[in-house]
Nanobody, 121 residues
Framework: QVQLVESGGGLVQAGGSLRLSCAAS????????MGWFRQAPGKEREFVAA????????YYVDSVKGRFTISRDNAKNTVYLQMNSLKPEDTAVYYC??????????????WGQGTQVTVSS
């Protein structure tokens, strides 16, 4: 069993920054990819960013490229999402997820409870 606990969400003005953290426990954290997803009200959950086991490869949805950065600290079993130049359309519940194999979206099997990010205009 894997437990994921997100933190760092909140209310921020457009143009501001937030850093989300996700603490993982329950298995060898450094062996698997991690990702961040988000779900806005009335919309389906969407992929935001993913990082491979070592941190050497990252992927982003086009809408956040150049503004968001995913990183991980395997010594701390933690993955981060640094969000800069936030826009109102970034408002959503952000979920941390752990893959059981690859960075393909269907492989993200374990999920955190989510943290709310609200960007005011």
């Amino acid at each position: 069993q894997v437990q994921l606990v997100e933190s760092g969400g909140g209310l921020v003005q457009a143009g501001g920054s937030l850093r989300l953290s996700c603490a993982a426990s329950g298995r060898t954290f450094s062996s698997y990819p991690m990702g961040w997803f988000r779900q806005a009200p009335g919309k389906e959950r969407e992929f935001v960013a993913a990082i491979n086991y070592s941190g050497g490869s990252t992927y982003y949805v086009d809408s956040v490229k150049g503004r968001f950065t995913i990183s991980r600290d395997n010594a701390k079993n933690t993955v981060y999402l640094q969000m800069n130049s936030l826009k109102p359309e970034d408002t959503a519940v952000y979920y941390c997820a752990a893959s059981i194999a690859t960075m393909r979206e269907p492989d993200f099997y374990y999920w955190g409870q989510g943290t709310q990010v609200t960007v005011s205009s």
